[in-house]
T-cell receptor, first 111, second 114 residues
Framework: SQQGEEDPQALSIQEGENATMNCSYK?????LQWYRQNSGRGLVHLIL?????REKHSGRLRVTLDTSKKSSSLLITASRAADTASYFCATGTSGTYKYIFGTGTRLKVLA | NAGVTQTPKFQVLKTGQSMTLQCAQD?????MSWYRQDPGMGLRLIHY???????DQGEVPNGYNVSRSTTEDFPLRLLSAAPSQTSVYFC?????????????FGSGTQLSVL
């Protein structure tokens, strides 16, 4: 399987704390994207980082990419109860048009 | 804005039955794809299309057929449903066929095969 893996599988934190989740992948990539899924709903795009970038910010989100280790991390700062969701990374496989998703991290933010 | 529309939202089939999951997008996106989501497995790519008349296989294509006769529609056909196809199915589309474009997802079809 080409799937990436995310860790932790589940994360529970208090409101106001930071949440960090990691994604590892197996193949060379053009870019890596993070998506959010609220329970029972479709995925929503959060942020994209290209293979020649090391860090990117968007509001309370910070994404890093280490292509030498084939890994990425997503940091959500000052978390809110509304951030409770599952988070997935997706990689673009070089030479194809496929997006491959990781197994996801379930984040629970306690009020 | 409709975006990506999937129908039906829920479906129960008996083993051996066939059915078509519908996906339509109104954003003039060239790229469309189907994923299935199973607990602990994340999303797995079934089939994708980079334009009308062009389709290709993803990670788990067996048991599924697709066609793309128009830019807007990308139906997924289950030829002979099996319990292993019980899953939540998502259709996703994006503009262009170059890298760096985000996917837009439908709200999903929950399928149970008895």
């Amino acid at each position: 399987s080409q799937q990436g893996e995310e860790d932790p599988q589940a994360l529970s934190i208090q409101e106001g704390e930071n949440a960090t989740m990691n994604c590892s992948y197996k193949t060379s990539i053009n870019n890596l994207q993070w998506y959010r899924q609220n329970s029972g709903r479709g995925l929503v795009h959060l942020i994209l980082i290209r293979s020649n970038e090391r860090e990117k910010h968007s509001g309370r989100l910070r994404v890093t990419l280490d292509t030498s280790k084939k890994s990425s991390s997503l940091l959500i700062t000052a978390s809110r109860a509304a951030d409770t969701a599952s988070y997935f990374c997706a990689t673009g496989t070089s030479g194809t048009y496929k997006y491959i998703f990781g197994t996801g991290t379930r984040l629970k933010v306690l009020a | 804005n409709a975006g990506v529309t999937q129908t039906p939202k829920f479906q129960v089939l008996k083993t051996g039955q066939s059915m078509t999951l519908q996906c339509a997008q109104d954003m003039n996106h060239e790229y469309m794809s189907w994923y299935r989501q199973d607990p602990g497995m994340g999303l797995r790519l079934i089939h994708y299309s980079v334009g009308a008349g062009i389709t290709d296989q993803g990670e788990v294509p067996n048991g599924y057929n697709v066609s793309r006769s128009t830019t807007e529609d990308f139906p997924l056909r289950l030829l002979s449903a099996a319990p292993s196809q019980t899953s939540v199915y998502f259709c996703a589309s994006r503009t262009g066929t170059e890298w760096g474009e985000k996917l837009f997802f439908g709200s999903g079809t929950q399928l149970s095969v008895l």
